[in-house]
């Protein structure tokens, strides 16, 4: 069996890498040069799209699929299903590039079959070892597809309501980083600093986690539909300040010495921080929604893929579960693309050169992944 279909994080994560910087690339080339791209959507939708349905899915996908036979304690999806599954994904990325010389249906039908065939496996999966617990996990992916399917609607000329596939995938997204950070963030650090004693441990799950994700759920959700309610900017506010709260309950400052961790603890302040703006872009406060759309994309999305990325592939392969200097390196360039991407929504004058400055730093972080560890998820021999 090739060793990319061994396991999921193996082809998953190299596609969310090559993605990642290749469709940002695109974009940038498109944005500066005018380079005409043959998709049925406008050059930014298909930027948001790919980003949101392309590189982020294919993140999705590979945690899951790494993740679900520890949840049940099967084997891993690998083989001919696994094979499926990265060429749908792959369909898909072709037919949205080239949809303007497809008929819309055709378009739609092959960007949606990797979802849909997602949504199934992980659901098979998950209901064959019995894990009703992991069940809900379910419910974001599917919820990613229907947002994508509006997308495409609205692309194709449907009346819907102006960004409400985007909107709606970028809440489903946010709501499943903020339910795995719970669960890997504390309990990875718990571990840390169970070897590294003179620090309080993180504080167990309980009502805060409830009602921090609760609320913020409830406020991303709200916002995907009336993105301009003064309400839900409220909603958001309190979101944020609760998960603040609930990050400072995960002594993440304590993790400092070792960046493989500490960089999960950064991911979710990208989150709490994105929350606020978006709160604070509903009211007449001169906050852009650029910024706050950002925070949470480039900024606690990025960030947690990379995160999660560079330590599932060193665990999976039999590496030390320690970065080094090349993935300090990435976490480091990957949070300059974020913070630059941010102030180019608020400095008017220097928008474009931050924007540019940003892509390159992004394009460099993946780079950089693809360089050190994919040599790990294309190889069973052992590597330094």
């Not at 944005?31 to 050059?43: I, M, Q, Y």
């Not at 659901?123 to 399917?149: D, K, Q, S, T, Y």
């Not at 008017?348 to 730093?361: E, K, N, R």
Request: aromatic share 10%; hydrophobic share 60%.
């Amino acid at each position: 069996m090739p060793v990319l279909l061994t396991q999921g994080f193996r082809p998953f994560f190299l596609a969310a890498g090559l993605w990642a910087a290749a469709a940002l690339a695109l974009w940038i080339l498109v944005l500066t040069n005018g380079l005409a791209l043959p998709s049925r959507f406008d050059p930014l939708a298909w930027h948001i799209h790919e980003m949101l349905f392309g590189f982020v899915m294919a993140a999705i996908a590979g945690f899951l699929l790494t993740a679900i036979p520890n949840w049940t304690r099967r084997l891993p999806v690998r083989g001919v299903p696994l094979a499926w599954l990265a060429g749908s994904w792959l369909l898909g990325r072709i037919a949205c590039l080239v949809s303007a010389g497809l008929p819309p249906w055709l378009a739609i039908v092959a960007d949606l079959l990797f979802p849909a065939s997602l949504v199934l496996v992980v659901a098979r999966e998950i209901v064959a070892g019995r894990n009703w617990r992991n069940l809900p996990m379910v419910a974001p992916v599917a919820l990613l597809g229907v947002a994508n399917l509006l997308m495409h609607l609205e692309a194709a000329g449907v009346n819907l309501p102006f960004g409400l596939g985007w909107r709606l995938g970028l809440a489903a997204v946010t709501v499943l980083v903020s339910v795995v950070a719970g669960r890997i963030v504390p309990s990875f650090t718990r571990n840390w600093l169970a070897r590294h004693p003179g620090s309080a441990l993180p504080a167990p799950h309980g009502k805060v986690d409830r009602v921090a994700l609760g609320i913020l759920h409830a406020g991303l959700l709200a916002w995907a539909f009336f993105p301009e309610m003064k309400a839900v900017g409220a909603v958001l506010l309190a979101g944020a300040a609760l998960n603040l709260w609930r990050l400072l309950r995960w002594h993440g400052e304590a993790t400092a010495a070792e960046p493989l961790l500490l960089i999960l603890h950064i991911g979710y302040g990208w989150l709490v921080l994105g929350a606020a703006l978006l709160g604070l872009a509903q009211f007449d406060l001169g906050v852009p929604q650029s910024a706050a759309i950002h925070a949470l994309t480039a900024g606690a999305i990025g960030t947690m893929i990379l995160a999660v990325m560079t330590r599932a592939t060193r665990g999976h392969t039999g590496r030390e579960l320690s970065a080094d200097r090349v993935t300090s390196l990435i976490y480091a360039l990957v949070t300059l693309a974020a913070i630059m991407r941010v102030a180019a929504a608020f400095i008017g004058a220097w928008t474009l050169p931050l924007l540019v400055a940003s892509a390159g730093f992004w394009i460099a972080a993946f780079a950089g992944f693809l360089l050190r560890y994919g040599p790990m998820l294309t190889s069973l021999r052992p590597a330094p």
